[in-house]
């Protein structure tokens, strides 16, 4: 397997513009995270889906914060309309329910600059 | 709810001596799984290392051990003969064994340097 595959790596935006990031998570797996990473606050969970399903969204910071899983294979995360605080590096991670057992598989990360 | 604590922002080590790194935990919980992560300049996240929580063993992975403390809600990393591509930022990780909240719990990290 490839591993978690995202998309962009890098993204420049510019402020009040849609940013959508998209992920294909580990095949077989039925967990989905999506955490955000800064130097003041670390890396945060936004939300994680369980056999596509959002689980828990209390992460998502507000309103302008979206995300989907249509299917097993793809997830995406979209803010709408994008500020210059939502710069950041965004990872999406997935994982198996095996009693907690399997670690979360990181993709690579996309780095979110918005100016 | 869980947290996870990693008390030193920075730590530095000279190659080919020992650090270790801490990190405590809270949970109500009694079986459950912990995990340190490395992530390094690439800034790819790495597993390191895991310990299920109902094993009183410790964790060994070649140079790194943990010292895995149950009762204390300790979970300490060690690192021996430190190489400098184990210069990285670690996070300690937290995972419930239950069905309800499979989510994993970071915690801030530590950033660890290592002088030649």
């Known amino acids: 397997d490839a591993g978690v595959i995202q998309s962009p790596r890098h993204e420049v935006t510019e402020m009040g513009q849609e940013v959508t990031l998209r992920c294909k998570p580990i095949?077989?797996?039925?967990?989905l995270f999506w955490y955000r990473q800064t130097m003041m606050r670390g890396l945060e969970l936004l939300i994680y889906f369980n056999n596509n399903v959002p689980i828990d969204d209390s992460g998502m910071p507000e309103d302008r914060f979206s995300a989907k899983m249509p299917n097993a294979s793809f997830s995406t995360l979209k803010i709408q309309p994008s500020e210059p605080r939502d710069s950041a590096v965004y990872f999406c991670?997935?994982?198996?329910?095996?009693?907690?057992?399997?670690?979360?598989?990181f993709g690579q990360g996309t780095r979110l600059t918005v100016v | 709810a869980q947290t996870v604590t990693q008390s030193q922002p920075e730590m530095s080590v000279q190659e080919a001596e020992t650090v270790t790194l801490s990190c405590t935990y809270d949970t109500s919980e009694s079986d459950y799984y912990l995990f340190w992560y490395k992530q390094p300049p690439s800034r790819q996240m790495i597993l390191v290392i895991r310990?299920?929580?109902?094993?009183?063993q410790n964790a060994t992975e070649n140079r790194f051990s943990v010292n895995f403390q149950k009762a204390a809600k300790s979970f300490s990393l060690k690192i021996s003969d430190s190489q400098l591509g184990d210069a990285a930022m670690y996070f300690c990780a937290y995972r419930s064994a239950h069905n309800y909240g499979q989510n994993f719990v970071f915690g801030p990290g530590t950033r660890l340097s290592v002088l030649p």
């Open positions: 991670a997935s994982s198996f329910r095996d009693r907690g057992r399997t670690e979360a598989f």
């Open positions: 095949s077989g797996h039925d967990y």
């Open positions: 310990q299920e929580a109902y094993k009183q």
